[in-house]
């Protein structure tokens, strides 16, 4: 989906906004700022990624659009805060949590509860396709899934297993 799609609050079509503040408190704020943007933008596209050349990055109405760099570094605050992680072998591509790993894990954990799943195995794959549809994680790309069952693991909840080409898996404690 464009941009266009979701209405982006009025300070995506405020200039400074496209080139990062050098005064480190303006830079907070304006950080501050992109990952509130960000995080809203990704949960009313429900999108999973955001990658230094997305769309949000840029305003054509008033010719502005954020240097790479720039993006790196804002995405890197989005990584910072437990809202997002990189990509693995990249710094221009971030999975985004628009709800924190531990809140998507809480999700996970209690659907696995309420199904049944408490001492048995599932893959990763039944987590994230179409058995959880209506459920706020339906989509969710496995790798970000592997990630907050990763969370329920370091909880002592759930025990994440490697199982080669066959995908990856989980037994709920």
């Known amino acids: 989906m464009a941009t266009s799609d979701v209405k982006l609050p009025e300070i995506h079509a405020f200039p400074p906004m496209y080139t990062l ?3 480190p408190e303006t830079r907070a704020k304006q950080c501050e700022l992109w990952t509130s943007l960000l ?3 990704c949960k009313a596209q429900r999108q999973w990624a955001l990658s230094v050349d997305d769309a949000v990055f840029a305003n054509k ?9 720039d993006v790196q570094v804002v995405l890197g605050e ?6 997002a992680e990189w990509v693995k072998g990249s710094k221009t591509k971030c999975w985004v949590f ?3 790993i531990n809140e998507w894990a809480t999700d996970i954990y209690t659907y696995a509860n309420e199904e049944g799943h408490i001492g048995t195995v599932c893959t990763v794959y039944e987590l994230s396709a179409d058995g959880v549809q209506g459920k706020p994680w339906a989509g969710m790309p496995e790798e ?3 990630a907050v069952l ?3 693991e370091k909880q002592g909840k759930a025990e994440v297993i490697e ?3 066959d995908g990856d898996g989980v037994k709920f404690l």
């Open 21 to 23: 503040q050098p005064v």
């Open 39 to 41: 995080l809203d933008y």
């Open 61 to 69: 109405g008033i010719n502005r659009k954020m240097a790479a760099g």
């Open 78 to 83: 989005l990584v910072k805060g437990g809202h």
């Open 98 to 100: 628009w709800r924190t």
């Open 144 to 146: 970000m899934v592997k």
């Open 150 to 152: 990763t969370g329920l």
């Open 163 to 165: 199982m080669g080409d």
